[in-house]
């Protein structure tokens, strides 16, 4: 199983590696990652397997998303079948 990660808000340091970091400490693995900086603003999507994960989706969801409020950013996970429903016309 496969999910999107994405990442927005101020750019700052670290961002990526604590996104990475807990997929790491989860067994997830981090399988295509495209960022931007625009001016001042971040904007990450990530492709990660799930396949390996050693916690349920919405735990390591939930667990990004307290990341997120900590750094001020909006961090979400959707399952990729999620993500594809949503973006085909």
């Given at each position: 199983m496969r999910a999107i990660i994405s990442v927005i808000g101020h750019d700052k340091v670290g961002i990526l590696a604590k996104v990475t970091a807990e997929c790491a400490a989860r067994g997830i693995n981090v399988l295509d990652v495209t960022q931007s900086v625009l001016q001042d603003m971040f904007a990450m999507i990530m492709l990660v397997d799930l396949s390996t994960a050693t916690t349920p989706m919405d735990e390591f969801a939930d667990t990004l998303e307290a990341i997120g409020?900590?750094?001020?950013?909006?961090?979400?996970?959707?399952?990729?079948?999620?993500?594809?429903?949503?973006?085909t016309i």
């Open positions: 409020n900590e750094m001020g950013l909006a961090i979400h996970v959707m399952h990729e079948d999620l993500f594809n429903a949503m973006h």
